[in-house]
Structure formats: C-alpha cells, structure tokens
Nanobody
Framework: QVQLVESGGGLVQAGDSLRLSCAFSGGQMARYDVGWFRQAPGKEREFVAGVTWLGGGNKYADSVKGRFSMSRDYVQKTLYLQMDSLGAEGTAVYYC?????????????WGRGTQVTVSS
C-alpha cells in the first residue's frame, strides 16, 4: 500500500509563507486522488486542497482560496502545498492523504502529519 510522509511544517509569524511536502512511496499514483487536510486543536480534520493525481485542476477549501496553492511532481511522487499569508487559523497539524481515484469515498490513508504554528 502507499505510504505518505509530510514535511515542512514549523513556527511562522502571521503573514508569512510556508511550503509543505508530502512524499509518496509504495503505490501507483495513477490510482489515487490526493489531498491536504488539517486539524486544529479541538476541531475536526478539514479538507484543504485535493486533486486527482493524473487529473486536472486543484480544488481548494473556500477558507484558503487565493492564498494556498497545491502542486505535484509526477517523477518524484511528491505533493506540495504552498501556503501564503498565513493567519492564526492556519495553526494545525497538516496531513496528506489518498483515496481511490473517482470513488468519492473518504480519504482513508494518511501520513503522520506535520505541525504548522502561526504566531498571531
């Protein structure tokens, strides 16, 4: 099965930028939708951005549109999340996940997450 490892989190000031990475291994990426999710303290995990690995345009949560940008490296099998203009609401553990492409099911395979803390 596919394995996912997030990296790039850290402590930043409000208004700063950060780029997260998710490295995939052990799977055929053409089979997956991939995405970024985050979970703030005391809240449920929420969708941030997602895309079919071999598909078209990215989808973004309304809360991050215009500030976050997702990209992917097909050769290195790495998913990126560029986060600009971070605010206090960006403080969360960020996870990448996968689901079978086109299934519309819940994402069921996750990395361990990477912590992002935004000082306000």
């Amino acid at each position: 099965q596919v394995q996912l490892v997030e990296s790039g989190g850290g402590l930043v000031q409000a208004g700063d930028s950060l780029r997260l990475s998710c490295a995939f291994s052990g799977g055929q990426m053409a089979r997956y939708d991939v995405g970024w999710f985050r979970q703030a303290p005391g809240k449920e995990r929420e969708f941030v951005a997602g895309v079919t690995w071999l598909g078209g345009g990215n989808k973004y949560a309304d809360s991050v549109k215009g500030r976050f940008s997702m990209s992917r490296d097909y050769v290195q099998k790495t998913l990126y999340l560029q986060m600009d203009s971070l605010g206090a609401e960006g403080t969360a553990v960020y996870y990448c996940g996968v689901r079978p492409t086109g299934s519309q099911a819940k994402y069921g395979v996750w990395g361990r997450g990477t912590q992002v803390t935004v000082s306000s």
